[in-house]
Nanobody, 124 residues
Framework: VQLQASGGGLVQAGGSLRLSCAVSGYPFGRSALGWFRQAPGKEREIVAGMGWSPSRLYYADSVKGRFTFSRDTAKNTMYLQMNNLKPEDTAVYYC??????????????????WGQGTQVTVSS
């Protein structure tokens, strides 16, 4: 199983980035999927999560209305579109996949596989 995250970078406040995570070797279509992030000196936290039901999406309060989480089952890839970025969004972002689930998962322990992380830096 491999999760390959990409799309991070340096952006000014107010800018946008799209993170991608390609998943291989895992039943992507019905998996619980998630994006987490870890800022320097802080614990890793959930950013967004989804189950296989398209209506079952979770966003952390800090990113609601700015981030959009989606999956493309034809490409076995998940995306995190991040708009109106703020300096406090600076972190290493991780994608994760877990077992078949209709609804989203928000705890790290509920995910089996993780990507390597991609750095997002937002300058003020």
């Amino acid at each position: 199983v491999q999760l390959q995250a990409s799309g991070g970078g340096l952006v000014q406040a107010g800018g946008s980035l799209r993170l991608s995570c390609a998943v291989s070797g895992y039943p992507f279509g019905r998996s619980a999927l998630g994006w987490f992030r870890q800022a320097p000196g802080k614990e890793r936290e959930i950013v967004a999560g989804m189950g296989w039901s398209p209506s079952r999406l979770y966003y952390a309060d800090s990113v609601k209305g700015r981030f959009t989480f989606s999956r493309d089952t034809a490409k076995n890839t998940m995306y995190l579109q991040m708009n109106n970025l703020k300096p406090e969004d600076t972190a290493v972002y991780y994608c994760a996949a877990g077992p078949d689930s209709r609804t989203y998962k928000t705890r790290e322990s509920e995910y089996d596989y993780w990507g390597q992380g991609t750095q997002v830096t937002v300058s003020s």
